[in-house]
């Protein structure tokens, strides 16, 4: 395994095929970005399958998660998955918007993918058009409701922003429970256009539990090794997970390692750079050389923010 000087060893590779998305959600995208959906040149499948396969071959890997911009608008998406499961992947995993899934989902679960996280910020249809740019809410809770047929792991994902969003943690944490599934609310990043000024938007842990407190009385459920979120139970059963990167940092374990569609290596959503692996997928030697500088990369204690846009790297 490889590891860093913590030590500290990976098993979960986040790969993103995409800077190209659907939506302009704020968080993401400024309201002076028309380029939201810029059309750009990723790499095939196959390409991105040797990566992965080289890699999983000195480091065995637990995960793979494939992300975007928004994923299901890389035209390799079901190739793919039948490739990373053909590798020997355990689990492979998406994270969607959901609003250009429905038509792929069959084909995508037939050739392995084990597991789906939505993101969904909002369950009132104003506030989603108003956070997302896009008027598609139906379209997605549709895509949720036929995804919930499978026997695949299912999680919504909920970014907020004060005075945008925060009024959704009840109705959501709600909405997903009585889908069982389970809901993890997102601390504001201090990424891309609003590295300077993220905190204007930031809605704390704290306030995330202070605002469920108002309906449920809930306890905390004991964090697993390396996992990014908190959880916690309501007295009836309800679970949600918050990911407080700023209130409650999850660097200190962090087992991820990151791929951007150009086919470069990250150890850290917090660094502007990454290591080209073109030519590391026909040398072990130096593909072991890249995984460990990207492992020197993360944070000790906590994420110290980036000017890239998460779509940029990998959301």
């Given at each position: ?84 499961q053909e590798i020997g992947i355990p689990e492979i995993h998406l994270t969607t918007n959901g609003s250009h899934l429905e038509g792929q989902l069959d084909s995508l ?148 390692l990151r791929v951007d569609y150009n086919g470069f290596l990250y150890g850290c959503l917090s660094v502007n750079y990454g290591f080209p692996l073109d030519q590391a997928v026909n040398d072990e030697e130096y593909m072991k050389d890249i995984l460990v500088k990207a492992m020197s990369q993360k944070q ?16």
């Amino acid at each position: 395994m490889i590891q860093n000087s913590d030590p500290r060893q990976f098993k979960v590779l986040r790969l993103s095929v995409t800077a190209e998305c659907n939506f302009a959600c704020k968080y993401c995208v400024s309201k002076d970005d028309i380029q939201y959906r810029t059309h750009h040149t990723s790499l095939s499948p196959e390409e991105y399958g040797n990566i992965v396969r080289k890699i999983h071959q000195i480091n065995k890997l637990s995960t793979v998660r494939l992300t975007g911009g928004e994923p299901t608008l890389y035209k390799g998406l079901i190739d793919l998955v039948g490739i990373l499961q053909e590798i020997g992947i355990p689990e492979i995993h998406l994270t969607t918007n959901g609003s250009h899934l429905e038509g792929q989902l069959d084909s995508l679960i037939q050739n392995g993918l084990t597991g789906i996280n939505f993101s969904l910020d909002a369950i009132d249809k104003d506030i989603f058009r108003k956070l997302t740019g896009r008027d598609q809410i139906e379209k997605v809770l549709s895509c949720i409701d036929r995804a919930l047929k499978y026997d695949i792991s299912i999680k919504i994902n909920t970014t907020l922003m004060k005075g945008i969003n925060d009024s959704q943690i009840i109705p959501l944490l709600e909405y997903a429970s009585s889908h069982g599934m389970a809901i993890r609310f997102l601390e504001l990043m201090k990424m891309g256009h609003l590295y300077h000024n993220y905190h204007q938007y930031l809605f704390s842990e704290q306030e995330i539990l202070s605002t469920i407190q108002t309906k449920y009385l809930i306890h905390p459920v004991e964090r697993k090794a390396s996992s990014t979120a908190n959880y916690w139970l309501t007295e009836d059963g309800k679970k949600f997970g918050i990911i407080a990167n700023e209130s409650s940092p999850f660097c200190g374990d962090c087992n991820r390692l990151r791929v951007d569609y150009n086919g470069f290596l990250y150890g850290c959503l917090s660094v502007n750079y990454g290591f080209p692996l073109d030519q590391a997928v026909n040398d072990e030697e130096y593909m072991k050389d890249i995984l460990v500088k990207a492992m020197s990369q993360k944070q000790k204690e906590k994420f110290v923010g980036s000017t890239l846009s998460m779509k940029a790297i990998g959301g």
